[in-house]
Nanobody, 118 residues
Framework: QVQVVESGGGLVQPGGSLRLSCATS????????INWYRQAPGKQRELVAT???????NYSASLKGRFTISRDNARRMAYLQMDSLKPEDTAVYLC????????????WGQGTQVTVSS
């Protein structure tokens, strides 16, 4: 059974930091690209960052270097370090695992809420 579980969200003041974690089980983690998405109320789901099986990283241009994605294949986990948080970063953050060659092997977590507010 495949499980993808996000954690680390919460309430943080503007300018603060959070580190989100994505724990997986039931998949050969090293064969999956990892995507972090976010969805704010009333807005479309947005791709925030991607790290591929080979370590290639891409970020949404809107982030301007504030977020850092990483992965630990040995622990089957991925992370999203978020710094200089802004109120507009408030959203549910979701981890997505996408097999590098099998289009049907795509799994989502339930998400973790991040709220940036003073």
């Amino acid at each position: 059974q495949v499980q993808v579980v996000e954690s680390g969200g919460g309430l943080v003041q503007p300018g603060g930091s959070l580190r989100l974690s994505c724990a997986t089980s039931g998949i050969t983690f090293r064969l999956y690209d990892i995507n972090w998405y976010r969805q704010a109320p009333g807005k479309q789901r947005e791709l925030v960052a991607t790290i591929t099986t080979t370590g290639t990283i891409n970020y949404s241009a809107s982030l301007k270097g504030r977020f850092t994605i990483s992965r630990d294949n040995a622990r089957r986990m991925a992370y999203l370090q978020m710094d200089s948080l802004k109120p507009e970063d408030t959203a549910v953050y979701l981890c997505n695992t996408d097999h590098h060659s099998l289009s049907w092997a795509n799994y989502w977590g339930q998400g973790t809420q991040v709220t940036v507010s003073s």
